[in-house]
């Protein structure tokens, strides 16, 4: 098992109680701090599918505190994107299990 799979088995990704939590923007620009990404370029344009999709691959992996889940993700958006997701297996595994919309998505 190398670092990089054995630091993933043993991350802890958090998830809301209900899906409903997850009330962020869903227009303009977002700026994510630091802890979220620690990229050159922190700023997405939620008018960018793409961009969005990057900023919430980001957030659901680095999250920290569940205020980072409510604050940035959206509900609607995230079962939209869902399928488009680019997450480790155990991130997307967590919330598929508490969430059934979500498999239904993908």
Not at 21 to 46: F, T
């Amino acid at each position: 098992m190398n670092a990089k799979t054995r630091y993933a088995s043993r991350r802890t990704y958090l998830v809301p109680a209900d899906l409903s939590e997850l009330a962020g923007p869903i227009s303009g620009v977002v700026e994510l701090p630091i802890h979220l990404d620690w990229s050159e370029q922190r700023v997405y344009d939620l008018s960018d599918d793409s961009h969005v999709g990057l900023m919430y691959e980001r957030v659901i992996r680095e999250a920290s505190h569940l205020d980072d889940l409510r604050a940035y993700l959206n509900h609607e958006t995230l079962v939209r994107l869902w399928p488009h997701l680019y997450l480790p297996v155990q991130a997307r595994n967590v919330w598929e299990t508490r969430f059934r919309d979500l498999v239904r998505a993908a």
